[in-house]
């Protein structure tokens, strides 16, 4: 089996301040993980993806995520936030062997001047 | 490359019609999907496809039905609408597993469906 859970719906930083999204998965084995965003009215875009080479993963726009097996956690974090940033993310894992991704519920991410 | 193409994007229907939304994708990626987006509940899958002439359930298959006939498009059907069945409609694609590892999915714009 495999799920995910975010754990913050919302997330409010001011521009210039560090972003942390949370996300802790549950699955059987060597799991691939997944940052998705979505702007407003807009399809996902894939922000990175862990798939069992280094923990720590660098993605698109300054964005990071690090995978920590004994905490079961996938944290998305970026030094310094931009308006820009504000969107909706969504943490995916999917378990080896499975043909399917499982998506969390999503953070929203605010982001004030 | 287009990438991944839905349309319609936008749809109102009324209970008890029905529709087909296309999913088109130029990557000759093997899978394809078909989920639904609700506030606050995330991506729920639908229906799923792991190439031409296959497909099967996802987690909420109930009132919509798929085809796969060709390797480049995958359709949703919904026979007969409900109100419950308003949501936007996501499809996606990707290359098939590389070893045990599954690849990222490519999505396209979405469909905005209401039902009245």
């Known amino acids: 089996a495999q799920s995910v859970t975010q754990l913050d719906s919302h997330v409010s930083v001011s521009e210039g301040t560090p972003v942390l999204l949370r996300c802790n998965y549950s699955s059987s084995y060597s799991p691939s993980l997944f940052w998705y965003v979505q702007h407003p009215n807009k399809g996902l875009q894939l922000l990175l993806k862990?798939?069992?080479?280094?923990?720590l993963v660098k993605g698109i726009n300054g964005f990071e995520a690090e995978f920590k097996k004994s905490e079961t956690s996938f944290h998305l974090t970026k030094p310094s936030a931009h308006m820009s940033d504000a969107a909706e993310y969504f943490c995916v894992v999917n378990t080896s062997g499975y043909s399917t991704l499982t998506f969390g519920k999503g953070t929203m991410l605010l982001v004030s001047p | 490359n287009a990438g991944v193409t839905q349309t319609p994007k936008f749809r109102v229907l009324k209970t008890g019609q029905s529709m087909t939304l296309l999913c088109a994708q130029d990557?000759?990626?093997?899978?394809m999907y078909w989920y639904r987006q609700d506030p606050g509940m995330g991506l729920r899958l639908i229906h799923y496809s792991v190439g031409e002439g296959t497909t099967a359930k996802g987690e909420v298959p109930d009132g919509y039905n798929v085809s796969r006939l060709k390797k480049q498009n995958f359709l949703l059907g919904l026979e007969s609408a409900a109100p419950s069945q308003t949501s936007v409609y996501f499809c996606?694609?990707?290359?098939?597993?590389?070893?045990?590892?599954?690849?990222?999915?490519?999505f396209g714009p979405g469909t905005r469906l209401t039902v009245t």
């Open positions: 862990y798939t069992s080479a280094a923990t």
């Open positions: 990557m000759n990626h093997e899978y």
């Open positions: 996606a694609s990707s290359y098939s597993s590389q070893g045990t590892t599954l690849m990222e999915q490519y």
